[in-house]
């Protein structure tokens, strides 16, 4: 795992690039990459790479970067794994094509593959990556993200050139770089908790989409084509249930093995719930020395959250892991705030930053340099409670009713006083024909929006819904999906919205904060697509969350622990905001809406006063961010 940063100058403009831009924007990721770094310049001055290296693979010199191939013709920084390197080598060796500088360097593969098939080599790689990899010869340089979008990838064009890199933070130091909002995208923010690709909350900005690549021509132009899709893999499965249960079970077997390999200590985030006790138990397989294992709690007594950590020692105690725990404190909070907000690079609304960043740091503290996390297990088999009332009230919209009644009805509940109710909101999308479930993660209604907009921008934003953000997904799902069932609907979205742009980014920032690689097992791409070829009515056979997960580790995972009600790996907001965190936020939003026209001040501040903790943590987060990058 590293940072990679980058510039591209066009040929039709006067930028030369020179080292000393190259390396600044570089070395404000030193915390991606604290074991070494380089700079790579063209001899024309109009190409320029950095990287900072976290060594995992590798750990020569052999593996530094930017690195190019035999005749310099290619060059490439890169961050991430391939975890099927060597496989992939092999195949490359046979053909008796490519000279070799490294050992077992993953690096180098991407770039004989790239010599070997072109950009269709994406195809063969098993992994997480972003890379920026500049092609002398064709004059081009070109930018790609992962299957799922494990790793982020920011760029912006701008003065004559494009500059790309892994945090937005690095752009920042480019001095013609742009610092604005996008109010569109803050929309849409107070929609998701987190912005949607492919913009940023900085104009100009932009992210790179999962499972895309971005060609750059010397002159400026831009190709930008979606290379893979869960549906390209998807195909019906043979057997009945516990054939599937196996074959989940072997494939997952598979990811969490892959995810192992490593020149550096690997560790296990444990809560002791299903997903992280199936990847510690499944790490476990054929260690000769104990997995290390780190759980996260909170000191004290709260009302609306109960520590799991008796159920992550039992799980580590069944599988003899060498267990760690850390006590998370209300003042721990309120300390990492401004350091939360600076990794960030852009609001996300999640307080679940807070935990993930604490239990990377006891990993790192305990040596460990990598850690395999649950994230995607719920999104994939139906692991959230929500979930099933959102299947019911999506049957209930879809009973046929003229929508002018549902219009009738929206009007009817505003009257009533309901207008800031998610049931107002339901009832308005099923009379517009949008489905009810945009997101497993949504922060404000519609109304609740214009409510809390300033005058001008709800005048400058006109009709806008974040409907706008959904629909090129639910457009890609009508046309693709073979089965389109309510169930895949909800996946499918979360597979392209809240797990990039929210779970995975939390992930990224919070781990790469302290140096620690994170991988995510049930990410792997082939498994992925496995879970999708499922059928929507086994996942939720009996009313029963990730039932055939559950299902597949029977006898893995104590059925203790499978049986047990999921919690999540949660924060007590609420009651933190009854301390000072609360009076060290509405200081916070105050300025904030004394120094911009964004958000309506008196709105606000009823939020501040009456709405739940996490509200009140999406508008902080705000506001923090725009204190720390824009003001």
Not at 114 to 126: A, N, V
């Amino acid at each position: 795992m590293c940072g990679i940063n980058g510039v591209l100058a066009f040929s039709t403009g006067d930028f030369r690039v020179t080292p000393s831009y190259v390396t600044c924007m570089r070395d404000a990721m030193r915390h991606r990459g604290p074991d070494g770094a380089g700079t790579w310049i063209d001899d024309a001055c109009r190409v320029g790479l950095g990287h900072r290296r976290l060594s995992i693979i590798d750990l020569s010199a052999a593996g530094s970067q930017p690195m190019s191939n035999e005749d310099g013709s290619l060059w490439l920084t890169y961050n991430g794994e391939i975890y099927n390197h060597r496989e992939l080598r092999a195949e490359l060796e046979e053909s008796g094509r490519h000279r070799w500088k490294s050992h077992h360097c993953d690096t180098e593969v991407i770039l004989h593959a790239f010599e070997e098939w072109g950009i269709d080599c994406l195809s063969r790689f098993r992994g997480m990556f972003a890379f920026g990899l500049w092609d002398a010869r064709a004059r081009q340089l070109w930018l790609v993200r992962d299957r799922i979008g494990i790793k982020p990838l920011y760029y912006s064009v701008h003065h004559g050139r494009l500059t790309f890199a892994s945090e937005i933070k690095a752009l920042l130091k480019d001095p013609e770089q742009r610092r604005a909002i996008d109010e569109t995208a803050l929309f849409h923010y107070l929609s998701f908790l987190a912005t949607p690709g492919p913009g940023t909350l900085f104009d100009g900005i932009s992210k790179l989409a999962p499972a895309t690549w971005l060609r750059v021509d010397a002159d400026g132009t831009l190709i930008q084509r979606r290379y893979w899709d869960v549906w390209d893999d998807v195909a019906a499965i043979d057997g009945g249930e516990d054939r599937i249960a196996e074959r989940v079970l072997a494939e997952l077997r598979t990811a969490v093995r892959l995810r192992k390999v490593s020149d550096v200590p690997v560790g296990v985030f444990l809560s002791g719930g299903i997903d992280s006790s199936t990847n510690a138990a499944l790490f476990s397989e054929g260690e000769s020395s104990p997995v290390k294992t780190f759980s996260i709690g909170y000191a004290g007594a709260y009302r609306t959250y109960r520590n799991e950590l008796a159920y992550a020692r039992e799980m580590a105690m069944r599988v003899g892991a060498d267990h760690h725990e850390y006590l998370i404190t209300a003042g721990d909070v309120v300390l990492f705030l401004p350091h939360m907000v600076q990794l960030q690079d852009e609001p996300i609304g999640d307080p679940v930053c807070v935990p993930l960043f604490y239990v990377s740091k006891l990993a790192r503290d305990h040596g460990v340099v990598v850690c395999q996390l649950g994230e995607g297990a719920d999104e994939l088999f139906i692991g959230y409670p929500s979930w099933i009332e959102a299947l019911k009230r999506q049957r209930w919209n879809d009973v046929p009713m003229p929508s002018t009644m549902k219009s009738i009805g929206c009007g009817a509940l505003a009257a009533l006083g309901y207008d800031r109710t998610v049931h107002l909101e339901w009832l308005r999308r099923g009379s517009r024909g949008e489905p009810l479930f945009w997101s497993g993660a949504e922060a404000f209604t519609h109304l609740e929006k214009r409510r809390l907009l300033s005058p001008r921008l709800l005048r400058s934003l006109g009709n806008l819904t974040s409907w706008d953000a959904i629909r090129p997904i639910r457009e890609r799902f009508d046309s693709r999906a073979p089965e389109r069932t309510n169930l895949n609907w909800m996946s499918y979205v979360d597979l392209n919205l809240r797990l990039p742009e929210l779970l995975l980014m939390r992930v990224d920032k919070m781990t790469m904060g302290v140096s620690l690689e994170g991988r995510v097992p049930f990410l792997d791409h082939r498994f992925v697509s496995l879970a999708f070829s499922i059928p929507s009515a086994l996942k939720t056979k009996n009313h029963t969350l990730k039932y055939v997960l559950k299902k597949a580790v029977d006898g893995i995972v104590p059925k203790k622990l499978i049986e047990r009600p999921k919690q999540g790996f949660g924060v007590p907001v609420t009651e933190l905001f009854e301390g000072p965190l609360q009076r060290m936020a509405e200081a916070e939003l105050q300025r904030f809406c004394a120094e911009t026209d964004l958000l309506d001040a008196d709105e606000v501040a009823r939020v501040m006063q009456t709405a739940d903790g996490s509200k009140r943590w999406y508008l902080l987060n705000l506001a923090m961010w725009w204190r720390t990058f824009i003001a």
